[in-house]
């Protein structure tokens, strides 16, 4: 979702953007959040000389999971999902 905000002036423009993605993963608590702002301003000192500055920024949050598929793909049909309501269960190590 992105949300541009422009200004427009006899000499200056103006474009300040922000946006938010909040994408949810395969499995639990496997998400994507990403937040970005641009700013984008433009100043017309005459007619033939133009000053501009464009500032992009942005954060995100990624919570992998390879770990968690990887279980999943070699998990015996036979262990239990979870030990109680917080806690999942985990196979032993064969290394």
């Known amino acids: 979702m992105i949300h541009p905000i422009p200004n427009s002036g006899e000499k200056t423009t ?3 953007s ?3 993605n909040n994408q949810d993963g395969v499995v639990k ?3 994507y959040k990403k937040f970005i702002a641009r700013l984008n301003e433009e100043i017309r000192i005459t007619d033939n000389i133009k000053v501009g500055a464009d500032i992009t920024g942005f954060h995100w949050r990624n919570q992998p999971t390879s770990a968690t598929l990887n279980r999943a793909l070699w998990a015996a049909p036979i262990g239990p999902v979870q030990l109680n309501e917080n806690t999942y269960y985990a196979l032993p190590s064969f290394q």
Do not use: D, I, P
Request: no cysteine.
């Open 14 to 16: 103006t474009l300040l």
């Open 18 to 20: 922000l946006g938010y």
């Open 29 to 31: 608590y496997n998400n």
